[in-house]
């Protein structure tokens, strides 16, 4: 049986501030430049004001866990090596929410509203991912 490869993010125009940034192990946010509004998922568009002027603001890398779920079961089988792993939706310190793997934790350990803090995934040289684990100082 062969290993297939885990999927990777597809990278756009619109998205390429955000990947370059954690290139640069730099977590960005998108900002409205008219009013504002921070947001993710990225947007051409902001959802309160419907401008398109935007730019990225670099942001702190933490936040704390809103909600979460252990996968047990791989649905993809490439994912099946890392079993049992932790999906989180992270309010990060900036107010959006950041859907992430929580690592170095176990999965009986994740609660609601736990403090976390960025830590980057090399996957390979050209890609970085942000992954959330439990922040040390609090």
């Not at 955000?18 to 946010?29: K, L, S, V, Y």
């Not at 049992?84 to 992270?90: E, F, G, K, Q, T």
């Amino acid at each position: 049986m062969t290993t297939r490869a885990k999927p990777v993010p597809r990278m756009s125009a619109d998205t390429q501030a955000f990947w370059e940034g954690c290139r640069n192990r730099e977590f960005r946010i998108q900002s409205c430049k008219d009013c504002g509004c921070l947001r993710m998922p990225w947007s051409f568009l902001c959802p309160e004001c419907l401008s398109r002027n935007a730019g990225w603001i670099r942001a702190s890398g933490r936040g704390t866990v809103y909600s979460y779920v252990v996968y047990h079961v791989a649905y993809d089988p490439a994912f099946a090596h890392d079993l049992p792993y932790i999906v989180a939706l992270v309010t990060l310190e900036e107010g959006p929410r950041f859907l992430t793997n929580i690592v170095d934790c176990s999965p009986a350990s994740v609660v609601c509203d736990m403090p976390v803090e960025i830590v980057w995934d090399d996957v390979t040289e050209t890609l970085i991912l942000p992954r959330f684990r439990p922040a040390e100082h609090t």
